[in-house]
């Protein structure tokens, strides 16, 4: 019985760590992301059912490659594809435990996966939406949320990127060195998200993904030891560290949620939060501002206060103000509401959130009511605030977020 237990141990342990490199073989050797993933997803089922018995292989994952290979030529042979494209196939692909040359210098295979998926071709989108799926195994409802819109418009945005990459014959492989910075845009975006899905899970009853969070971290170090001259890759790096330096404190013991005025800063990761600084100021020398960097600016705000009275506010609603200028999203414009609430008062930052609002750009959206119904509160409207607050509580995503909301909503009284 043990041994059966290591087994399967085996396999869920293989598909945390290789399902992304099995999947991105089969997608190179048969040309099809749907047919790559069922495939992949088929050799992982028989890798359940077979080592138990036969024992867990010398080199699993080409145990699984060449499995998840094999079904694929098996559904080819059955398709109306033919032989023709079945016998260029295996003419053209290596075994599974063979490598291919590289010239791009990326030695690691999910950041591989990364630059492969990242194609120009593609709009930036398509492409994170699709690799988040295959890193992180996201699910189209997840992605979803993600990206602030409905699981039925995902969903036919993947079918399209895919037919896409079909159509063009777009190729799965990685470019050589001179070319990956025209898919840097992609791949910093892809890490961040995963990050992100780590950080403030997009569904749930867990709000923080550790695992997710420590992977998008190494991945980030990889990629400054890869573009050591790019200053976005250090200012991903930076504002993942310096977020991550306050995770201990994101949740109580009972597992709710701690916003960020109410954490104890004892339990935030200085060593983290220092590494995090002085990757900023390494980002900066290179004097090519950006996104990235902008966002670890203001987490160095939040991160090296005091306390949060100290919290330099006037700074970051700055940062905010400079960010939405280069890089506008609705998600900026209410994070720069939030900000010019702490430094010019919630009336102004309540004007700031009625224009969001009015442009139904994040329709939907919970922490939009749940900021509504916090200056609210700060203002002394209790009736308004508990309306926002039971609006937020219908669209929060994840149980933690829910009780915090409840909380809130406990705590509000209604106007005399």
């Not at 997803?41 to 018995?53: C, I, L, V």
């Not at 250090?234 to 977020?243: A, D, E, P, T």
Request: glycine residues 6%; charged residues 25%; proline residues 5%.
């Amino acid at each position: 019985m043990g041994d059966v237990a290591a087994a399967r141990a085996a396999v869920a342990d293989t598909f945390r760590a290789e399902w992304a490199t099995v999947v991105a073989y089969l997608i190179r050797v048969v040309g099809d992301w749907d047919l790559a993933e069922e495939c992949a997803q088929d050799a992982f089922t028989k890798a359940w059912e077979r080592w138990p018995a036969d024992g867990v292989p010398t080199s699993p994952t080409a145990w699984l490659k060449t499995t998840a290979r094999n079904r694929a030529y098996d559904r080819l042979r059955r398709a109306s594809v033919g032989q023709t494209k079945l016998k260029e196939l295996t003419v053209t692909t290596p075994p599974a435990d063979i490598q291919e040359p590289d010239q791009s210098g990326v030695g690691d295979d999910r950041l591989r996966l990364m630059f492969t998926c990242c194609h120009p071709a593609l709009p930036v989108e398509a492409h994170v939406a699709l690799t988040l799926r295959t890193l992180a195994g996201l699910t189209t409802a997840e992605i979803a949320r993600a990206f602030l819109v409905s699981e039925e418009t995902m969903a036919k945005r993947l079918v399209r990127a895919k037919h896409k990459i079909q159509d063009a014959a777009i190729p799965y492989r990685v470019p050589p060195a001179h070319q990956l910075l025209e898919r840097l845009t992609g791949v910093l975006a892809v890490i961040y998200g995963l990050f992100n899905e780590g950080y403030g899970a997009s569904g749930g009853a867990d709000l923080i993904r550790r695992s997710l969070c420590d992977e998008a971290i190494r991945l980030g170090r990889l990629l400054v030891e890869l573009m050591p001259d790019e200053p976005e890759a250090r200012g991903l790096l930076s504002v993942m560290l310096l977020h991550n330096a306050r995770r201990a404190a994101r949740l109580d013991s009972d597992g709710d949620l701690v916003t960020l005025e109410d954490q104890d800063r004892r339990l935030w990761d200085r060593t983290a939060i220092d590494e995090g600084c002085a990757v900023l100021d390494q980002a900066i020398r290179l004097r090519l501002p950006g996104p990235y960097q902008l966002l670890a600016a203001i987490a160095a705000c939040h991160a090296t206060a005091p306390s949060s009275e100290e919290t330099d506010w006037i700074e970051i609603s700055a940062l905010y103000g400079r960010l939405e200028e280069i890089n506008p999203s609705p998600v900026v414009a209410l994070n720069r509401a939030v900000a010019v609430a702490m430094a010019d008062g919630p009336s102004v930052g309540l004007s700031l959130i009625d224009e969001i609002e009015r442009s139904g750009a994040l329709r939907g959206y919970y922490l939009l009511p749940a900021t509504r119904a916090d200056l609210l509160r700060r203002l002394g409207r209790g009736s308004a605030a508990r309306a926002a607050y039971q609006e937020a509580l219908g669209l929060a995503p994840t149980d933690a977020e829910r009780r915090y909301l409840t909380r809130r909503l406990t705590d509000v009284s209604e106007d005399p």
